[in-house]
Structure formats: structure tokens, C-alpha cells
């Protein structure tokens, strides 16, 4: 049972997205010339190579998607998809939606697929952000963008899934996407439904977030509820066992084949 607590601890709260970014960058690095010598050629392309292209691209991503350190993102597989033309294999995908998972991933679909419904829903929280900070807030949504950029947001900010997204929208329009927006998942959490978010290079930087940090607040309940039991067990567990143990060392009558038997099994227990 303790070994559970140690798997929830190590996956959850000490893996960080500086890490996750670290990694990742070699393997964008390594996309990028790949990536811009497509898209700049995209449109020389025949129809035939055309679907080619894109098919690969997508069962690449479909095959290794879940890694969290793969540098598959849906954000960019997204962008992809619209930028190289795969207008079939795109309309399929915003049908489909098969990585649709949780609010962060619905919220991205939502940018791609059906950019006016992702800017009216998110729209609030830009604002609510800018005026927190007592900026006066604009009614253009790059404006909103270029400004998201220059703040120092809070834990709680970074949480709302169309802040996650709209960071993104605005390495898009100020830098390009390559190697300055950075996704984390966590796909096989006991008791969690799949952890899936999104951040910009410069938070990251100027505040190391924790995977923990993207969870549920349901799954953060659960895990802990699990952390305790399995803490609770963990002592009972020693607690019984040191008690065999200190019987079988006092009582002489106890030390005999069958009691050093029983120690054994006791101490194999810890």
C-alpha cells in the first residue's frame, strides 16, 4: 500500500513543468525545420501528397500522444492540421473531438474548431484579469492577448482552462508556437479523471509549476484521501509487526523454529 502513496506522490507533485520543458524543447527543436519547410511548401503540394503528409502527421500524434514527454501537443497538432490544409482530416477532427478529456482539452478544440465560441466564452476571463490589475480593459481580443502576456498570473489564474488556451493564442500572435507553450498530462491517476493543461514558456520560468498544480480540485480530495489510508495502513502495519516481533524476543518459550518462522514472516512484512 505504501508504494501506491509513493507513485501518487512522484507523479503528481514532484514532476514540474520546467521539467516537462526541458524535455520537450530538444524534441520541438528537432520539429521545427521540419515543421516551417512543410508549411512553407504546403501549398506546392498535389493531393496526393497532400493526404500523405497529413495522415502521417496524424498517426504520429495518435501514437504518441499520451506521453508527457513526447512533445505531442494538441494545441499544435491542431494549428497543423489548419495550417497544412488537411481540410478533410481537420473537419473530422473537430467532429470527433477524440482528445477531448477535460475543460483544457475542450477549450483548445474550441480555438480551433470554433474560434468565435472560444473567444465569447473566454472573453470574461481576460477582462477579469486585466482588471484585477487595474488595467483599463479593451474590447479587442489581441489587445487582451498582447497584455495577458506582460502579467505576473497567480496559481489560481493559470488554472482557468481558457486562460491556459488564450496564453497560447498569444504565443501565436507575439512570438510563433515553437518551444514557448508547453502542455503536461497525467493520464493514469488512481481515482482522476485525465490531467491535461497548458502554459507559456514565461510562466513557467518565472514560476515552476507543479503537475499537481493542473489537477482537479475532486482529484487533489482523492488523492490525499488515498495518501491518508495509506499512511493509516502503513503504521498499522509496522505497529503489528514490531509487536510480533517483541513477543517472540522476550518470551524464551516463543524462540524455537516456529517462532523465528514467524519473525521472518514479520520482518519480510515491513
Given at each position: 500500500m505504501t508504494k501506491l502513496g509513493v507513485l501518487l506522490l512522484s507523479a503528481c507533485m514532484f514532476v514540474s513543468f520546467r521539467d516537462v520543458e526541458s524535455i520537450n524543447t530538444a524534441v520541438v527543436a528537432g520539429q521545427q525545420f521540419l515543421h516551417y519547410t512543410l508549411e512553407k511548401n504546403v501549398n506546392n503540394f498535389n493531393e496526393t501528397e497532400r493526404n500523405k503528409t497529413c495522415s502521417m502527421?496524424?498517426?504520429?500524434?495518435?501514437?504518441?500522444?499520451?506521453?508527457?514527454?513526447?512533445?505531442?501537443y494538441l494545441t499544435e497538432y491542431l494549428s497543423f492540421l489548419e495550417e497544412w490544409l488537411c481540410h478533410a482530416q481537420f473537419s473530422l477532427e473537430c467532429l470527433k473531438r477524440p482528445y477531448d478529456f477535460n475543460?483544457?482539452?475542450?477549450?483548445?478544440?474550441?480555438?480551433?474548431c470554433n474560434r468565435s465560441v472560444f473567444e465569447t466564452q473566454c472573453f470574461s476571463s481576460l477582462v477579469a484579469?486585466?482588471?484585477?490589475?487595474?488595467?483599463?480593459?479593451?474590447?479587442?481580443?489581441?489587445?487582451?492577448?498582447?497584455?495577458?502576456?506582460?502579467?505576473?498570473?497567480?496559481?489560481?489564474?493559470?488554472?482557468?482552462?481558457?486562460?491556459?488556451?488564450?496564453?497560447?493564442?498569444?504565443?501565436?500572435?507575439?512570438?510563433?508556437?515553437?518551444?514557448?507553450?508547453?502542455?503536461?498530462?497525467?493520464?493514469?491517476?488512481?481515482?482522476c479523471q485525465i490531467?491535461?493543461?497548458?502554459?507559456?514558456?514565461?510562466?513557467?520560468?518565472?514560476?515552476?509549476?507543479?503537475?499537481?498544480?493542473?489537477?482537479?480540485?475532486?482529484?487533489?480530495?482523492?488523492?490525499?484521501?488515498?495518501?491518508?489510508?495509506c499512511s493509516i495502513l502503513a503504521v498499522a502495519i509496522v505497529v503489528a509487526n514490531l509487536s510480533v516481533i517483541l513477543v517472540f524476543v522476550i518470551n524464551e518459550k516463543l524462540r524455537n523454529s516456529q517462532g523465528v518462522y514467524k519473525i521472518s514472516l514479520a520482518c519480510a512484512d515491513f
Open positions: 502527421f496524424i498517426k504520429d500524434f495518435r501514437k504518441f500522444w499520451y506521453n508527457s514527454s513526447g512533445g505531442k475543460q483544457f482539452t475542450k477549450t483548445t478544440y474550441d480555438r480551433a484579469v486585466s482588471s484585477v490589475r487595474g488595467r483599463n480593459s479593451s474590447q479587442k481580443w489581441n489587445n487582451l492577448l498582447r497584455a495577458l502576456k506582460t502579467y505576473q498570473l497567480s496559481d489560481a489564474e493559470l488554472q482557468d482552462p481558457c486562460i491556459q488556451v488564450a496564453l497560447y493564442d498569444a504565443v501565436v500572435l507575439e512570438r510563433g508556437k515553437y518551444g514557448y507553450y508547453h502542455e503536461s498530462k497525467r493520464l493514469l491517476l488512481p481515482f490531467s491535461w493543461c497548458g502554459r507559456d514558456a514565461e510562466n513557467i520560468n518565472r514560476n515552476p509549476i507543479k503537475a499537481w498544480n493542473c489537477l482537479p480540485h475532486i482529484c487533489k480530495v482523492n488523492i490525499i484521501i488515498t495518501m491518508v489510508i
